[in-house]
């Protein structure tokens, strides 16, 4: 399976982004998809996830409330609307899938994960 994001970029504190992830190379369906942050000099994190099918999610208490996951069956793609964007936010954003979680269960663990896209800066400056 082959992850790629998209949409990441400079804008202000307050304002909004919208990443992409496009998913090849296996059924989108078979993953259970979530979206991790590294930002400068810090550990990889855990930002939001979503299941299979049933649409089960789980977010980080950072971006409850601001952020919001979704994906798309139609086109093979997960995106993360993120609003409200503050300082604190500015890492870069990976995508990842698991095919080892079952209809309606979300992962919330790096290790848990089978592949990973490359990652996508998103700065957010005051």
């Known amino acids: 399976v082959h992850l790629i994001e998209s949409g990441g970029g400079l804008v202000q504190t307050g304002g909004s982004l919208r990443l992409s992830c496009a998913l090849s190379g296996a059924p989108f369906s078979h993953y259970a998809l979530g979206w991790f942050r590294q930002a400068p000099e810090k550990e990889r994190e855990f930002v939001v996830a979503i299941s299979r099918f049933d649409g089960n999610t789980n977010y980080a208490d950072s971006v409850k409330g601001r952020f919001t996951i979704s994906r798309d069956y139609a086109n093979n793609r997960l995106y993360l609307q993120m609003n409200v964007l503050k300082s604190d936010d500015t890492a870069v954003y990976t995508c990842?899938?698991?095919?080892?979680?079952?209809?309606?269960?979300?992962?919330?663990?790096?290790?848990?994960?089978?592949?990973w896209g490359q990652g996508i800066q998103v700065t957010v400056s005051s």
């Open positions: 990842a899938a698991t095919g080892r979680a079952s209809v309606g269960a979300v992962r919330t663990t790096a290790g848990d994960y089978d592949a």
